[in-house]
T-cell receptor, first 109, second 114 residues
Framework: AQRVTQPEKLLSVFKGAPVELKCNYS??????LFWYVQYSRQRLQLLLR??SRESIKGFTADLNKGETSFHLKKPFAQEEDSAMYYC???????????FGTGTRLKVLA | KAGVTQTPRYLIKTRGQQVTLSCSPI?????VSWYQQTPGQGLQFLFE???????NKGNFPGRFSGRQFSNSRSEMNVSTLELGDSALYLC?????????????FGSGTQLSVL
């Protein structure tokens, strides 16, 4: 079955510290992976996607097919990074996105 | 460009009632998908519509249904409401031409079932 697992419900780091939000997936084909973010009082929005291989707001994510992971990383956390982060997977031809349960990131001053 | 609009913003219903939620996608977007968001489960896929056709649906009971109109606006209906249906219902729109597309989310409808 297709599944996205985010093992941490809450991650607290200090400002300036590195951040890694974990995402593991199970899917037999070739998935497309995304990270969505929801800041306080804002809508859920796309942060980045694997296909674009981009870096947004200093965040990057590398797809590791061997470990079936798509961890989100940032070298130096900022207070404005505090938000809820969701990892998501789309499978070819289904038009169905599967989301993880989310990780709340708190960046402490 | 206006974003995805969901109405109403809040709903309070009692068990056994039915409810209809509305979603207007971004102009030009032909795909609308619906998700149920709860604190413990995250976002659970309900269904996706493209040009008035349901292309996929999630593992929800038949009490949950939806439709899409020719102007791409979509509605979802939940009949015989149960306490467990209390959740934030999100809709998202996209062009619908690829399953690799960015989803644009609405603010959601918060449904409380008493």
């Amino acid at each position: 079955a297709q599944r996205v697992t985010q093992p941490e419900k809450l991650l607290s780091v200090f400002k300036g510290a590195p951040v890694e939000l974990k995402c593991n997936y199970s899917y037999s084909g070739s998935p497309e992976l995304f990270w969505y973010v929801q800041y306080s009082r804002q809508r859920l929005q796309l942060l980045l996607r694997h296909i674009s291989r981009e870096s947004i707001k200093g965040f990057t994510a590398d797809l590791n097919k061997g470990e079936t992971s798509f961890h989100l990383k940032k070298p130096f956390a900022q207070e404005e990074d505090s938000a809820m982060y969701y990892c998501a997977l789309s499978s070819s031809g289904t038009y169905k996105y599967i989301f993880g349960t989310g990780t709340r990131l708190k960046v402490l001053a | 460009k206006a974003g995805v609009t969901q109405t109403p913003r809040y709903l309070i219903k009692t068990r056994g009632q039915q409810v209809t939620l509305s979603c207007s996608p971004i102009s030009g977007h032909r795909s609308v998908s619906w998700y149920q968001q709860t604190p413990g489960q995250g976002l659970q896929f309900l269904f996706e519509y493209f040009s008035e056709t349901q292309r996929n649906k999630g593992n929800f009971p038949g009490r949950f249904s939806g439709r899409q109109f020719s102007n791409s606006r979509s509605e979802m209906n939940v009949s015989t409401l149960e306490l467990g249906d209390s959740a934030l219902y999100l809709c998202a729109s996209s062009l619908g031409l690829s399953d690799r597309e960015k989803l644009f989310f609405g603010s959601g409808t918060q449904l409380s079932v008493l």
